[in-house]
């Protein structure tokens, strides 16, 4: 994937600004590692990033601002010259190679466990693009909708889907949810899994097409669904009472945990349905259903926490900072789950920001010490330079260069050596190689 973004980036770059532009791999993983301390560190702007009052420090040690936005103007996902071709045929063009190597890296790397939950994300943004979605019901009221699978447990993502409108490759007559789900839950199939839907996705028939793959459903179904039973839309019941409908490896719950007000929960992995010896005389099935609905929501919310979501006018790069965000959270799953350490989520991310950009900032350092080696020891004859460390100046001439680092540095910023014995010195030097 890094390899696809640095060829698409280079080519543009050099279609586009000059013929010699180039970013190695070091260097986009540092630009990255950026853009996820941005995220840990929200500032009010761009700028402020590397403002002396409200930057971060690492940031500043890894990347100069003017080569970030350099990068950032230039950062494509595919060939730009075969796009109008591809675009007639996928709407994710712009970003589907990066999007499904990603994808398989996720359903690969992690084997998730008995129960997954399935819902919608939405990406916020506004962007313009033909799939952009409006929802009233949400914080964001516009946004990329996602589908996504999510390990009820970990909160792993496990596997995510584009909406991207009309699919035409859905068969006539069957729902979209249930292309969704089936979809969804393709690779987890046959190991006897459970998922956890909303009332827009569950469904009789979706309920039997897994119980055929081994996989069980727990979900909520729409008042106005088909599967619900004439005799069961009464609104006015008696408060705290259940009523069960069976088929052939499905129930159907209908409870009443208001005097107005109903729940139906569908259920292929209940045969039996019991209720609870407390006031509200909960059902088992809608016990379970509150116990596993919330994955999606919860990982949406951790996402959000520590979003590297910013403003721009591509879709395709708000898609990248959603899949940055998803990857930072598998990797965190995935780093625990490895080692057993339990370590906080924003402190993971630091590290692993730190680690992106350690590469790129050592050759950085490297190639500067080269450059400041290569100068002459004093100045040409007749001239002075200028101090390069400025630490107790402002632009003092200097004649002579710091033994360390090869700076030239001029006398307000050197420091005289205190008089020393040949035996503390020795010792000095000892302990330094011990340590």
């Not at 693009?129 to 009221?141: E, G, I, R």
């Not at 509200?280 to 116990?291: C, G």
């Amino acid at each position: 994937m890094l390899r696809s973004i640095q060829e698409w980036t280079t080519q543009h770059a050099r279609h586009t600004e000059q013929v010699d532009w180039f970013m190695d791999l070091p260097e986009l993983m540092a630009f990255i590692s950026v853009i996820i301390l941005r995220g840990v560190t929200k500032v009010p702007s761009l700028r402020d990033s590397w403002s002396a009052n409200l930057a971060n420090p690492r940031i500043i040690a890894t990347m100069a601002r003017n080569r970030f936005q350099d990068i950032m103007q230039h950062l494509r996902f595919d060939d730009t010259f075969t796009r109008s071709e591809r675009a007639g045929t996928d709407k994710f063009a712009a970003i589907s190679d990066v999007w499904r190597s990603f994808v398989t890296n996720c359903i690969a790397s992690y084997n998730p466990g008995r129960h997954i939950t399935i819902d919608e994300q939405l990406f916020p943004s506004k962007t313009r693009c033909c799939f952009l979605q409006y929802s009233a019901t949400k914080p964001d009221k516009f946004g990329i909708k996602f589908w996504v699978a999510c390990d009820l447990k970990s909160k792993y993502i496990c596997n995510v889907l584009p909406y991207l409108g009309k699919d035409p490759s859905r068969p006539n007559g069957e729902r979209l949810s249930e292309t969704v789900v089936m979809r969804l839950m393709e690779p987890f199939m046959d190991k006897g899994r459970t998922v956890t839907t909303d009332n827009f996705f569950t469904s009789l028939s979706l309920a039997q097409r897994l119980l055929s793959r081994k996989t069980t459903i727990l979900g909520t179904v729409n008042k106005s669904g088909r599967e619900i039973p004439q005799s069961s839309r009464q609104m006015d019941r008696t408060e705290f009472t259940t009523q069960v409908f069976s088929t052939t490896g499905a129930t159907l719950t209908v409870y009443a945990p208001k005097r107005k007000k109903v729940v139906y929960i569908l259920s292929s992995m209940h045969s039996v349905v019991e209720t609870e010896d407390t006031t509200k005389r909960k059902p088992n099935t809608v016990l379970q259903y509150n116990n596993t609905k919330c994955g999606v929501d919860v990982m949406d919310q951790m996402v959000r926490e520590y979003s590297v979501r910013a403003g721009t006018r591509r879709w395709p790069v708000a898609v990248f900072y959603n899949m940055i965000d998803m990857a930072a959270l598998n990797a965190h799953v995935l780093y625990q789950a490895c080692t057993g350490v339990q370590e906080r989520r924003v402190d993971f991310l630091v590290e692993l920001a730190k680690e992106l950009g350690d590469s790129h900032v050592s050759e950085k350092k490297a190639r500067k010490e080269k450059l400041l080696r290569q100068q002459p020891p004093t100045p040409i004859p007749g001239k002075r330079a200028k101090c390069q460390v400025n630490h107790r100046c402002t632009n003092n001439c200097a004649t002579v260069r710091c033994v360390d680092c090869y700076k030239y540095t001029c006398g307000k910023c050197t420091r005289d050596m205190p008089w020393q014995c040949q035996v503390c010195s020795d010792s000095a030097d000892r302990l330094l190689s011990e340590g």
